[in-house]
T-cell receptor, first 113, second 113 residues
Framework: GNSVTQMEGPVTLSEEAFLTINCTYT??????LFWYVQYPGEGLQLLLK?????DKGSNKGFEATYRKETTSFHLEKGSVQVSDSAVYFC????????????FGIGTKLQVIP | DGGITQSPKYLFRKEGQNVTLSCEQN?????MYWYRQDPGQGLRLIYY???????QKGDIAEGYSVSREKKESFPLTVTSAQKNPTAFYLC????????????FGPGTRLTVL
């Protein structure tokens, strides 16, 4: 079956530090890959996505590249801000019977001034 | 504005009572979903619906029930049979085609007293 693996955290960084959150996946076929962000007490928001190998998704300074050879979709940002503090979920969607989305466990990011 | 609304944001109930959580979307999406979120466990799928008048059990359906009488609405009932109902509940929708992302509501936090 499909699965997504990411570290739970928390990841604590100082403002302006470089961020990497690793995500690896197991899936049949050729899934689409997503990063969602959840701020405290809110629902999930789509941050970025990639639909085929070597695609790079980007939004708000965050980037992730779909690497089929390593089955990875690591999230990066060059300079984090306090406002980036949130939980980040890696996810995949394949051509299962009802468009099932499989989520990782979520990684909590804390950015300190 | 198009989006997904969930109400109420906070809900309290006594043990032994059933309670219904509302989810409405005006995105004209075919598919709708209910997830449960607990600390350290990510998102777990409760029920999903691909079309009106049809729904399927997810990974943790025991103690929950749903209906899909209208395309816009997908209410979730937490019954007294659910042994540990205190959690954060998230509703989502998607166009229903493969590889698409899901769009989330703001969530309802249910606390059983």
């Amino acid at each position: 079956g499909n699965s997504v693996t990411q570290m739970e955290g928390p990841v604590t960084l100082s403002e302006e530090a470089f961020l990497t959150i690793n995500c690896t996946y197991t899936a049949t076929g050729y899934p689409s890959l997503f990063w969602y962000v959840q701020y405290p007490g809110e629902g999930l928001q789509l941050l970025l996505k990639a639909t085929k190998a070597d695609d790079k998704g980007s939004n708000k300074g965050f980037e992730a590249t779909y690497r089929k050879e390593t089955t990875s979709f690591h999230l990066e940002k060059g300079s984090v801000q306090v406002s980036d503090s949130a939980v980040y979920f890696c996810a995949l969607s394949n051509d299962g019977g009802y468009q099932k989305v499989t989520f990782g466990i979520g990684t909590k990011l804390q950015v300190i001034p | 504005d198009g989006g997904i609304t969930q109400s109420p944001k906070y809900l309290f109930r006594k043990e032994g009572q059933n309670v219904t959580l509302s989810c409405e979307q005006n995105l004209n999406h075919d598919a709708m979903y209910w997830y449960r979120q607990d600390p350290g466990q990510g998102l777990r799928l409760i029920y999903y619906s691909q079309i009106v008048n049809d729904f399927q059990k997810g990974d943790i359906a025991e103690g929950y029930s749903v209906s899909r009488e209208k395309k816009e609405s997908f209410p979730l009932t937490v019954t007294s049979a659910q042994k540990n109902p205190t959690a954060f509940y998230l509703c989502a929708s998607s166009p229903g085609r493969a590889y698409n992302e899901q769009f989330f509501g703001p969530g309802t936090r249910l606390t059983v007293l």
